[in-house]
């Protein structure tokens, strides 16, 4: 039997961004986390910084969820671990910058593994047990890119409105079956992690902003770990986020691509 006294998050893309700044949010607030990444020595590092920061337990799967099965493996391997899973954060993901036609097939291939394929096995497998016992909660991570085109990122943009239809749509399911378990989609604005510099973005115009545009890890960290124990569907940050999408929402598609397509252009001095 899994050891039922300690409250447990799985938390995949644990080691940097948003992911580790919700890492710190859990420890903080008791959880042992069972923390993913791919980078074993980033892996060690984050495990020493939440146990010595917060006393909690953490333990560590070395796995790259952009391959066929991850998410089985992963879900395999925590199974070894005498814990109940009580919340699934889906944190990993990865975009990349540029026109569709010039990207290698590979890299369309890499995101989609990553930010739905592991998401979606994931999220079948742990939410199946939530279910079961009727207790649980999963955090996803959407992004405001996820309500409108992105051209010059098309792909990723793709991707989080998969990840913000699924959510909502098991958020749905969920309250049909009179569930207690809940699904949040947190979708964050430009956000100041290493997510440009891995997207080839840095020389961007979103970037060239940044003081203005971006918040950082920690505040969006801290109203998602709100946001999910209170049970919201979706979750974004930040007044101007909220108000931009929410405008954006009401435009043509057409001219929200090209409104888009500005933050990613190349930045002139």
């Known amino acids: 039997m899994a050891n039922e006294s300690k409250k447990t998050v799985l938390l995949t893309g644990a080691t940097s961004g948003i992911g580790k700044a919700l890492a710190h949010e859990f420890g903080k607030n008791g959880y042992d986390i069972i923390a993913v990444a791919r980078n074993e020595k980033e892996l060690e590092n984050i495990t020493s910084e939440i146990q010595n920061q917060h006393g909690v337990e953490v333990f560590t799967i070395v796995k790259d969820l952009a391959h066929d099965g991850a998410g089985q493996e992963v879900f395999n391997e925590a199974q070894k671990v005498d814990r109940t899973v009580n919340i699934l954060v889906n944190d990993a993901g990865v975009g990349q910058r540029g026109n569709f036609v010039d990207i290698p097939f590979e890299k369309d291939q890499e995101i989609i593994h990553l930010n739905i394929l592991a998401l979606t096995q994931l999220t079948k497998l742990y939410m199946k047990e939530m279910v079961q016992r009727n207790e649980g909660k999963i955090l996803q991570l959407g992004s405001v890119a996820g309500f409108q085109p992105g ?3 098309a792909v990723y943009h793709a991707t989080k409105a998969y990840v913000v ?3 909502e749509a098991l958020a749905t399911e969920l309250e049909d079956m009179g569930s207690d378990v809940s699904i949040t989609c947190l979708c964050p604005g430009p956000t100041d992690t290493n997510f440009f510099s891995r997207a080839d973005m840095e020389n961007t115009e979103v970037v060239a ?5 971006m ?3 920690e505040e969006v960290a801290k109203g998602a770990y709100k946001a999910l124990m209170n049970g919201e569907r979706i979750y974004i940050p930040g007044a101007p986020n909220k108000v931009m999408t929410f405008i954006r929402r009401a435009i043509p598609k057409s001219l929200q691509s090209k409104m888009q397509k500005q933050f ?3 930045h002139e001095e």
């Open 151 to 153: 051209p010059l990122v």
């Open 165 to 167: 239809s699924f959510s």
């Open 209 to 213: 902003h940044k003081d203005k545009l």
């Open 215 to 217: 918040q950082t890890p």
């Open 264 to 266: 990613y252009e190349t």
